[in-house]
């Protein structure tokens, strides 16, 4: 059984940089054929995919996010991290690392679902 679990900073300026670790347990991140994704939920709205990294290091981001995010990972520590640059307020959300199988894609690369999914951290930005 795949588990995840957020962590980082809950506030963070704007102008600055939001960076948060996702921890997996229960299979490598390396070995196990999984998309590892990030996704959030400003207040009030559904669920915004943010973007992959999948078993091989390969990346893909939502397109109206590309140019602020960036999605690696540590094989070592079996973590992968979201950073997303030059945050607004607009920002502010529930975020949630998730992985799954290829079959949580549809073949134009869009999320169908996520098969597992973190219990998700509260990021505001504010000064």
């Known amino acids: 059984q795949v588990q995840l679990q957020e962590s980082g900073p809950g506030l963070v300026k704007p102008s600055q940089t939001l960076s948060l670790t996702c921890t997996v347990s229960?299979?490598?991140?390396?070995?196990?054929?999984?998309?590892w994704s990030w996704i959030r939920q400003p207040p009030g709205k559904g669920l915004e995919w943010i973007g992959y990294?999948?078993?091989?290091?390969?990346?893909d981001y939502s397109p109206p996010l590309k140019s602020r995010t960036s999605i690696s990972r540590d094989t070592s520590k079996n973590q992968f991290t979201l950073q997303l640059r030059s945050v607004t307020p607009e920002d502010t959300a529930v975020y949630y690392c998730?992985?799954?199988?290829?079959?949580?894609?549809?073949?134009?690369?869009?999320?169908?679902?996520?098969?597992?999914r973190g219990q998700g951290t509260q990021v505001t930005v504010s000064s």
């Open positions: 229960g299979g490598p991140i390396v070995t196990t054929r999984y998309y």
């Open positions: 990294i999948d078993f091989s290091g390969s990346t």
């Open positions: 998730a992985g799954g199988p290829q079959g949580d894609f549809y073949s134009d690369g869009k999320p169908r679902t996520f098969s597992y």
